[in-house]
């Protein structure tokens, strides 16, 4: 049994810290606020992010990260990526220098354009492992088999992560492309903001594979510039990441995308999902990353024209289709 503190108490970290304490081991959550804390503790559920799966009463709520972090010897970090350098900061003057940190988040910071891998190990001098690939929280916690990777700058620490949340229903391999899956995971968000979009604007199944296709090569491209490699791509973090993310209900950057689609502005599709969108962020960031290795990525750019630049949906689908005529590969 390992002492486990799961920084964030969200769907994500929820779900994780349910299949954890399952397996017998000490689990303690750190809340972000008091009133979540409380609203989990009345109902031990939380309503908004994981509705009707029940918290069992052994796993321990807090708000003091000191006592959440005391004799902790893994603590998964599943906040959103944008808090990733702030948490870790709020959490440096309590950790063992041995407890290894388990980053959840996918994404890019978006002032350094760091990994989060990167962020963390800027600010922390303990082991960072990352697991990422098609994990809905909704389905992990209701049991529905599912597949994910881990890696780490020292895969030892990847395989200790990988026997820890190994399960029947959670599977988990490993990668030593740690560039390759970071990249994956929070690319694919965006280019399911894009599938979204042409959702909400009634477009068929013909543009969703069209879509994801080339997103995945966008993605792939983008990745193997940045020093990762390109089978990963083809793997859970990259394709497989990209088909749940793009076609779920459960997915927010979906959804958020469904709606611009449909008229909405950005700010009032995050509104209406009411949830994190990751996508958003990360297509600023992955705007930037474009530019700086100069790597062509048309959808990215497109989704960020109609995100940020206000650029008319199906005007900017169309400029997409009548790009210049070129071989596939």
């Not at 303990?126 to 690939?133: E, I, Q």
């Not at 209701?142 to 820890?164: F, G, N, W």
């Not at 993605?219 to 749940?244: E, H, S, Y």
């Amino acid at each position: 049994m390992k002492k486990i503190t799961v920084i964030g108490a969200g769907g994500w970290g929820l779900a994780l810290g349910l299949l954890l304490n399952e397996k017998g081991n000490n689990v303690t959550f750190w809340c972000y606020e008091e009133k979540e804390k409380e609203d989990i503790l009345q109902h031990r559920e939380n309503k908004r992010c994981l509705p009707g799966i029940k918290i069992p009463l052994e796993i321990n709520f807090t708000t003091s990260m000191a006592e959440a972090l005391e004799e902790a010897e893994v603590a998964v970090m599943a906040v959103p990526s944008k808090a990733v350098r702030a948490t870790a900061q709020k959490m440096k003057d309590y950790l063992q220098p041995s407890t290894i940190i388990v980053n959840v988040a996918k994404g890019v910071e978006e002032e350094t354009l760091l990994r989060l891998s990167q962020v963390i190990e800027s600010v922390l001098p303990n082991p960072v492992v990352v697991l990422s690939g098609p994990s809905h929280a909704e389905e992990v916690a209701r049991h529905i088999p599912t597949t994910v990777t881990v890696s780490s700058q020292d895969m030892k620490y990847a395989y200790e992560i990988q026997d820890l949340f190994m399960d029947m229903y959670f599977r988990v391999y490993t990668n030593e492309d740690l560039i390759g899956i970071e990249i994956g995971g929070a690319l694919k968000n965006v280019i399911a903001l894009a599938a979204g979009v042409v959702e909400g604007m009634g477009f068929g199944d013909n543009t969703k594979a069209a879509l994801m296709t080339r997103g995945i090569a966008e993605m792939t491209r983008l990745g193997i510039a940045m020093g990762g490699k390109p089978n990963t791509f083809a793997g859970l973090t990259g394709i497989g990441d990209l088909i749940v993310t793009c076609t779920s209900g459960h997915s927010r950057n979906r959804r958020a995308g469904e709606l611009i689609g449909q008229g909405y502005t950005m700010d009032e599709a995050i509104q209406k999902v009411n949830m994190v969108v990751e996508g958003v962020p990360t297509t600023k960031a992955g705007y930037a990353l474009m530019q700086k290795y100069q790597v062509e990525m048309p959808i990215l750019n497109a989704i960020y024209k109609v995100i940020f630049e206000n650029e008319p949906v199906k005007e900017t689908i169309y400029n997409l289709m009548l790009r210049d005529k070129k071989d596939e590969h």
